[in-house]
Structures are given as structure tokens and as C-alpha cells.
């Protein structure tokens, strides 16, 4: 029982080149989301995916797109990478959207340069 | 100003000291939750708590949350180095909006 994976681990990027950060959970959980952690500041919620076949927008969306390409997977694109998106990214999951613990990977640290 | 301010930023305790970490919200709390995160790592949940004047304990880490005040505490007794970690409070909004609000985090060291 892995919980929630994600990949890479690291990743170092050009401006203007794009990539998508994996993720995938074994817990049979139905949301998932996604997080920036960025130094001096809590983190915020990416995107977020309450149940499959949905996805919704959370507090700093642009740039990124997403995919829940099934019960158990969750990916972000970056389309266009900008400096700005140099951070740490996590992947979560809840049982189901509502009052529930979400699990978090540990995460992917993106460099933008 | 930030939504969720904990206090203090950062605690150094020797070995075997209890501790407070606080957090105050400034908007109302239908859900408080304490996840630790060490340092490149990712987050691992503490508790949740949902009602106010709610308390619950997991060995020696204890979580209060004063709903009226719009606060709540995490309390560690005779601290271990093993409980070393960023303390993070985090907020769940209120009705049908579950999106979680984080606090920027505790460092706590304890020194052996």
C-alpha cells in the first residue's frame, strides 16, 4: 500500500517548456488535489478533482491544466513554464470532498530557470 | 492579512519540555486541522477538529479548538526529538466549500 505517489521528484525546467507532474493513489480515494508550497507561505490549492470525471478550479489556477484520468490518477500540466512556477508541488487525496483527512505524496520540486 | 496565523513562526525546546503552538483564524472555523511536514517531505495529518471546545489527544500531542475565539492550540508533552517538524494549522471553509486554508507553519527543533 503506496498511498499517494508522484513523479517525479525533481525537475528543472527551461521557460516556455511544458511537462506534467503524475500522480496516483491506491487508496481507493475519490478527490484529489493539487498544491503549491512556496516559500514564506502556506500552501494553495492548484486544482482539485472532488470526484472523477470532475475537476474544478482552487486558488492559483493559471498556468496549469489537469487531468483525473481515472479513479486513481491525477495529473498537472504545465503548459508554458514561467520562473514564477518554481515551487514545490504536492498531490493529495480524500476519501471523499467533505470534512475528511486528505493524504498527501511527497512531493515534487520544480525549478524554473 | 493572512487568513490563519500561527504562533510563534519558529520553537527551539530542549528535550523532555511540553510546548503550545497556537493558531488564530480570522474567519470562522467549521473545521481545524494539525498536519506535521518534515522538512522535504511531505504532510502527515495530526487531527481534525469540528466542534468547538473540542480536544483530542494522540500520545503525547494534544489539540484544542475554541470556536468562539476562533482559535485552537497544539499542545506537546515531554517533547522528543522525533517531534521536530513544521506544525501546520489548516482551515476547511464553511457550508459545502471544503478547500482547505494552510497557515504558513511552526518550526519546531528539540535539542537532545
Known amino acids: 500500500n503506496a498511498g499517494v505517489t508522484q513523479t517525479p521528484k525533481f525537475q528543472v525546467l527551461k521557460t516556455g517548456q511544458s511537462m506534467t507532474l503524475q500522480c496516483a493513489q491506491d487508496?481507493?480515494?475519490?478527490?484529489m488535489y493539487w498544491y503549491r508550497q512556496d516559500p514564506g507561505m502556506g500552501l494553495r490549492l492548484i486544482y482539485y478533482?472532488?470526484?472523477?470525471?470532475?475537476?474544478d478550479k482552487g486558488e492559483v489556477p493559471n498556468g496549469y491544466n489537469v487531468s483525473r484520468l481515472n479513479k486513481r490518477e491525477f495529473s498537472l500540466r504545465l503548459e508554458s513554464a514561467a520562473p514564477s512556477q518554481t515551487s514545490v508541488y504536492f498531490c493529495?487525496?480524500?476519501?471523499?470532498?467533505?470534512?475528511?483527512?486528505?493524504?498527501f505524496g511527497p512531493g515534487t520540486r520544480l525549478t524554473v530557470t | 492579512s493572512q487568513e490563519l496565523e500561527q504562533s510563534p513562526q519558529s520553537l527551539i525546546v530542549q528535550e523532555g519540555k511540553n510546548l503550545t503552538i497556537n493558531c488564530t483564524s480570522s474567519?470562522?472555523?467549521?473545521?481545524l486541522y494539525w498536519y506535521k511536514q518534515k522538512y522535504g517531505e511531505g504532510l502527515i495529518f495530526l487531527m481534525m477538529?469540528?466542534?468547538?471546545?473540542e480536544e483530542k489527544s494522540h500520545e503525547k500531542i494534544t489539540a484544542k479548538l475554541d470556536e468562539k475565539k476562533q482559535q485552537s492550540s497544539l499542545h506537546i508533552t515531554a517533547s522528543q526529538p522525533s517531534h521536530a517538524g513544521i506544525y501546520l494549522c489548516?482551515?476547511?471553509?464553511?457550508?459545502?466549500?471544503?478547500?482547505?486554508?494552510f497557515g504558513k507553519g511552526t518550526l519546531l527543533t528539540v535539542n537532545p
Open positions: 493529495a487525496s480524500s476519501e471523499l470532498w467533505g470534512p475528511y483527512e486528505q493524504y
Open positions: 478533482s472532488a470526484s472523477e470525471g470532475t475537476t
Open positions: 477538529l469540528q466542534k468547538g471546545g
Open positions: 487508496m481507493n480515494h475519490n478527490s
Open positions: 474567519k470562522t472555523l467549521y473545521g
Open positions: 489548516v482551515r476547511s471553509g464553511g457550508g459545502s466549500n471544503y478547500k482547505l486554508t
